[in-house]
């Protein structure tokens, strides 16, 4: 799943954030760790949606289309991931959406144009709405399902959230659809 859609890159408009994602940690070790932001029972999530702009001729109602999804584990929160991130899921030629945050603030050169919000609420109902909403959908999920996800297998949790989110209206095709994501690295093309 997360092989089938690396394939895709994520274009036009784009919000991107991080998340924290809590893993499974031993409970001895678990009351000596630190908490909240940066812990070492988090794991760091790359979050980017694709998020277009529409407004309504007639009404003047402003309003948000979602398209395709990219989540990726990163290492750490460092410029340099963020921008390796950026540049294997997102085109040249989009507008990102970031935060103010310090290790996303120079991706003006990855990027055509680069918009820094500051995070309030009213960014996250409004000009990242789309990345918060997938984040909080993600977190409810594998805690829902999972309970607690290792460190280890994180990444192919992403994986099969993203596939089922970008595939939200299959509905019935969504089964045949990951059998072809699934055949498609060992079957050899001929061009």
């Not at 999530?45 to 989540?71: H, N």
């Not at 030629?93 to 945050?101: E, P």
């Not at 939200?168 to 089964?175: D, Q, S």
Request: charged fraction near 30%; hydrophobic fraction near 35%.
């Amino acid at each position: 799943m997360g092989k089938r859609d690396d394939m895709y890159m994520l274009k036009g408009m784009v919000e991107y954030d991080e998340a924290y994602v809590e893993k499974a940690t031993a409970e001895k070790i678990q009351n000596q760790l630190k908490r909240g932001k940066g812990s070492q029972r988090q794991v760091i999530v790359a979050v980017a949606a694709e998020s277009t702009r529409l407004e309504d001729i007639v009404t003047g109602k402003k309003s948000q289309y979602c398209g395709f999804f990219k989540m990726k584990v990163l290492r750490n929160e460092t410029a340099e991931s963020i921008e390796q991130f950026v540049t294997n899921s997102i085109d040249k030629k989009t507008v990102l959406t970031t935060d103010k945050n310090q290790a996303s603030v120079n991706l003006e050169r990855l990027v055509d144009n680069h918009i820094k919000v500051k995070s309030s609420k009213s960014a996250a109902n409004g000009e990242l709405n789309w990345v918060h909403t997938a984040i909080s959908n993600l977190k409810r999920n594998l805690l829902g399902i999972y309970h607690m996800v290792s460190e280890k297998y994180i990444q192919n949790y992403l994986d099969e959230f993203v596939y089922k989110l970008n595939r939200r209206y299959f509905g019935e095709k969504l089964f045949d659809r990951l059998i072809i994501a699934a055949i498609y690295p060992y079957v050899q093309h001929s061009e």
